[in-house]
């Protein structure tokens, strides 16, 4: 029973555009949500996280959004570039837990 | 700051062969994770430890996978016997707690043939 999911496997973007990543997540316990970008060959890096106690949180290009009562989150990023072409994780973790759920993941493809 | 070191960057076996998976966490950190991505499922947490202690090791999927954190600077997987089905990306991470988030290693790639 996958907690958190990405629905899409892929997307593709114009370069310049607005990228929306979704993410959906079902345990209600999660209060504690990020991001992680993926190059291929690399680990996961962390880009931006969000508590439950907002419903948005920006860090330049890059701004998540939380949906608390829909159980959703996204990342916009804008404007998108082609370095941004990697694979995003959404992740999430419970009250009092200092384990991370993820999602499969989204490979992003920011076309010149 | 050197980040999360994973060794070996790759590793290929024959089934029925011990193999073992190294990590140093980032100093200062107090929590150490190892995780394993497949196409399958994604990337799934099989045991953490805080302070060298193991936690949480549900995520272990068999009595053939063990951990260990002797130090604070080292820890290691260990699979025996190991089975094709345990090809994976193996990933290390470590984090400070409290919310902070997680700095993976580069991974270890193993192939059981």
């Known amino acids: 029973d996958q907690q958190v999911k990405q629905n899409s496997p892929s997307l593709s973007v114009q370069e310049g555009r607005i990228s929306i990543l979704n993410c959906d997540y079902t345990?209600?316990?999660?209060?504690?949500f990020l991001w992680y970008k993926k190059y291929p060959a690399e680990g996961p890096t962390f880009l931006i996280s969000?508590?439950?106690?907002?419903d948005k949180n920006e860090d330049g290009r890059f701004t998540v959004f939380l949906n608390k009562s829909a159980k959703h989150l996204s990342l916009h990023i804008v404007p998108s570039q082609p370095g941004d072409s990697a694979v995003y994780f959404c992740a999430a973790s419970a009250v009092g837990s200092y384990q991370l759920t993820f999602g499969k993941g989204t490979k992003l493809s920011v076309i010149p | 700051d050197a980040g999360v070191i994973q060794s070996p960057r790759h590793e290929v076996t024959e089934m029925g062969q011990e193999v073992t998976l190294r990590c140093k966490p980032i100093?200062?950190?107090?929590?150490l994770f190892w995780y394993r991505q497949t196409m399958m499922r994604g990337l799934e947490l099989l045991i953490y430890f805080n302070n060298n202690v193991p936690i949480d090791d549900s995520g272990m999927p068999e009595d053939r996978f063990s951990a260990k954190m002797p130090n604070a600077s080292f820890s290691t997987l260990k699979i025996q016997p190991s089975e094709p089905r345990d090809s994976a990306v193996y990933f290390c991470?470590?984090?400070?707690?409290?919310?902070?988030?997680?700095?993976f290693g580069n991974g270890t790639r193993l192939t059981v043939t």
């Open positions: 969000i508590s439950s106690i907002k």
């Open positions: 991470a470590s984090s400070q707690g409290n919310n902070s988030p997680l700095h």
């Open positions: 100093s200062g950190h107090d929590y």
């Open positions: 345990n209600s316990m999660f209060d504690y």
